[in-house]
Structure formats: structure tokens, C-alpha cells
């Protein structure tokens, strides 16, 4: 389990970097698919686990970025945040060991809801702290949704590239 979360890790951070950090239509849509990293690790990862694997994912993104830490704060705070959104979108049922949130071992919408809520907190954290300003509220705030959606369906596109649904009755 710990060989899949950094090589997937690395997928995200090779695919960030030399592909998406590329992406910036008009100065407003800027995907960051590397929150996925933390959003599909493992149920019963603890939270000293948690914590230091997403400020290394964000300071990976901010070594390559060249964004100061930016990226770090994000992401560990939503690695922070992560087990109260989990327990809020959850509902009552058990999970064994390992189990990762994906569309593969929860329904689509579930998923769905759970990431976006994570992926707007994440972008509206990072956005803010790069503009840094009151000034420019409701442009940040506008650029945040607009990424957020974008990386939303670059989420959806992958997990339902790469993770198998299971039929629920």
C-alpha cells in the first residue's frame, strides 16, 4: 500500500508539473489534479501519516512551482481537515483496512461530493494566499471555482479511467 501512495504520488507530481502547471487559459483555470494524492489516501491512514504526506505533496509542488510554500499550506491543511470532511460525507458504513474514498469503493456521488469539497477548500486556500489581498475578493474567488471545476473533472475523468465501480444494491 505504501509503494502504490508514492508511486501514485509521483505520477501526480510528474503530471502536475511538466503538464499541468502548463495549462493557464486566460490567467484563470489552472488544474491541480496533485490534491487527488491526498484525497484518495486510505480510510485508516492516521493522522501522523497523513499530515506529513501532504506537506511533503505540497512541497514537492512548491519546489517545482517556485510558489513559495503556497502549495504547502494547502495541503496540509486540507490534510488536516480531511478526516472532519470524511466523517461529515460518510455515512454509517464500515470499512476494511485499506480501503481507499474513490468511486470504486463508494458511489460516484458520494465521491463526488466529498471531492469537491475538499478540491474548493484547497483552491480557495491556495488562491487567497497568492493573492494575499481584499482588493481582488471576487476575481480570487472566481478563478478558485473556475480551477476547482476544472480540476473536478480532470478527478472524474481519472478515476473513472483508472478505478473499476462496483455494482451496489
Not at 39 to 49: G, S
Not at 65 to 90: D, E, H, K, W
Not at 101 to 109: D, E, T
Request: one cysteine or more.
Amino acid at each position: 500500500m505504501i509503494l502504490l501512495n508514492i508511486f501514485r504520488l509521483i505520477l501526480l507530481v510528474f503530471i502536475q508539473v511538466f503538464i499541468l502547471n502548463k495549462i493557464y487559459l486566460g490567467g484563470y483555470v489552472n488544474p491541480y489534479l496533485y490534491v487527488l494524492f491526498i484525497l484518495v489516501m486510505p480510510f485508516n491512514t492516521p493522522k501522523w501519516v497523513l499530515l506529513p504526506a501532504s506537506f511533503i505533496c505540497g512541497l514537492i509542488i512548491d519546489m517545482f512551482s517556485n510558489t513559495l510554500g503556497m502549495n504547502t499550506a494547502a495541503c496540509t491543511f486540507i490534510g488536516f481537515i480531511r478526516p472532519v470532511i470524511l466523517q461529515s460525507v460518510m455515512s454509517n458504513r464500515e470499512f476494511s483496512p485499506g480501503d481507499e474514498p474513490g468511486i470504486g469503493s463508494m458511489s460516484p456521488r458520494w465521491f463526488f461530493i466529498y471531492a469537491a469539497i475538499m478540491v474548493v477548500i484547497h483552491h480557495m486556500m491556495l488562491f487567497y494566499i497568492e493573492v494575499f489581498r481584499f482588493s481582488e475578493f471576487f476575481i480570487t474567488f472566481s478563478r478558485a471555482l473556475i480551477s476547482s471545476a476544472a480540476t473536478l473533472i480532470l478527478i472524474a475523468v481519472s478515476q473513472f479511467l483508472f478505478f473499476r465501480i462496483e455494482r451496489r444494491l
